[in-house]
T-cell receptor, first 115, second 109 residues
């Protein structure tokens, strides 16, 4: 079955460490997105990528970095510069025509906790 | 960035009661989408509305898009415990979606 796989499901990070969250999709979608969700809150856009080797900052990109070397993969690195990284991170993808026509497919998310 | 306001933030209902959540944008939306997120889960796409005044139904769920394409609503008739979760609206920007703050529905058996 096609879908989006995020790993790990739970991640614990010590202060000052960088961590990388994995996102892989086999839906043949061109566009991929990273959102952050805090408890009881909505989704805020971190980064998105419309095509391979290109990505754009979202509303809260500071302290995060991404790469898009393959169509299937869009990893997110949470750097030590991110002051409050504890959150639920969601990866999503959409088809060539973009989210306006077909909506997003989300992964199951990664819960990151700073210890 | 663009914003969509959603109310109420929380709603508790007795099983069998109706439920409505409202979404409002300060700008005209090309379309609006609705998602459901079960507790501990991830958002799942429910529906997309495109036309002014459009109304769509999915079983007990009724979705409306305002005439001015600036607001939308989701109404659930006779709620069930399986309806528990957060409901988000999302407006389409040029290259991505911007999500409302969500309404968290609790259904009391």
């Amino acid at each position: 079955d096609g879908g989006i796989t995020q790993s790990p499901k739970y991640l614990f990070r010590k202060e000052g460490q960088n961590v990388t969250l994995s996102c892989e999709q086999n839906l043949n979608h061109d566009a991929m997105y990273w959102y952050r969700q805090d408890p009881g809150q909505g989704l805020r856009l971190i980064y998105y990528s419309q095509i391979v080797n290109d990505f754009q900052k979202g509303d809260i990109a500071e302290g995060y970095s991404v790469s898009r070397e393959k169509k299937e993969s869009f990893p997110l690195t949470v750097t030590s510069a991110q002051k409050n990284p504890t959150a639920f991170y969601l990866c999503a993808s959409s088809n060539r025509q973009g989210p306006a026509n077909y909506g997003y497919t989300f992964g199951s998310g990664t819960r990151l906790t700073v210890v | 960035g663009q914003q969509v306001m959603q109310i109420p933030q929380y709603q508790h209902v007795q099983e069998g009661e109706d439920f409505t959540t409202y979404c409002n944008s300060s700008t005209t939306l090309s379309n609006i989408q609705w998602y459901k997120q079960r507790p501990g889960g991830h958002p799942v796409f429910l529906i997309q509305l495109v036309k002014s005044g459009e109304v769509k139904k999915q079983k007990r769920l009724t979705f409306q898009f305002g005439e001015a394409k600036k607001n939308s609503s989701l109404h659930i008739t006779a709620t069930q415990t399986t309806d528990v979760g957060a409901y988000f609206c999302a407006g389409a920007g040029a290259n991505n979606l911007f999500f409302g703050t969500g309404t968290r529905l609790t259904v009391i058996p």
